[in-house]
């Protein structure tokens, strides 16, 4: 398991704060944003305005965990780190939020989806609330890729589990399982 810089936590949680949306002001014109509790099948669209550098060597990258296109690096967490996920406090809903930033293949769009059996436990957290399904979109491509098409965002876990996560591209399909506290999945 890599070790991270003392510094990728704090930078994570900046880049997280400033890449969120947020809902429009009292007043303000244009479309509105859905409540961030709301999960009722809503499909949630990241674009490549959203993309950050979350300041990972590409040592780390290549040893997170991956599906297809898509890598997944925590910020905040350790895998399978079992003491590290009781210590995080839950909120008023029971959820518990990890910093879990995605890399993308440049050119290449997916869908991150955590299977309907494990919806009651976790959630994906790329946007302001809490997503069953996020899509993102496909940015640069192979002949211009930009500097890192990386995504802040993350996980919400109600309880330690190996969660399955389930990424889709055009022409594939692959999962992975990332360890939210479980110690081994």
């Keep these: ?8 936590p704090l930078a994570g949680a900046l880049l997280l704060a400033a890449c969120t949306a947020t809902a429009p002001a009292p007043g303000a014109t244009g479309p509105a944003t859905a409540p961030a509790t709301s999960r009722a099948g809503r499909v949630a669209d990241r674009d490549c305005a959203g993309l950050v550098s979350v300041g990972l060597g590409d040592d780390a990258w290549r040893a997170a965990p991956s599906a297809g296109p898509a890598v997944f ?30 890399r993308l293949r440049p050119g290449t769009p997916a869908t991150v989806t955590v299977p309907a059996a494990q919806r009651g436990v976790a959630a994906l957290t790329y946007r302001n609330g809490l997503d069953d399904t996020v899509t993102f979109a496909a940015c640069g491509d192979t002949a211009d890729p930009p500097p890192a098409a990386e995504f802040a965002g993350g996980f919400a876990l109600r309880e330690a589990a190996c969660l399955a996560v389930d990424v889709t591209w055009p022409g594939g399909t692959a999962r992975v399982v990332l360890d939210f506290g479980k110690g081994g999945c």
């Design 1 to 8: 398991m890599p070790v991270l810089p003392r510094t990728a």
């Design 73 to 102: 690096a925590p910020l905040d967490y350790a895998w399978g780190d079992r003491a590290g996920f009781t210590a995080r406090a839950a909120d008023a809903q029971g959820w518990r939020r990890f910093k879990v930033a995605m």
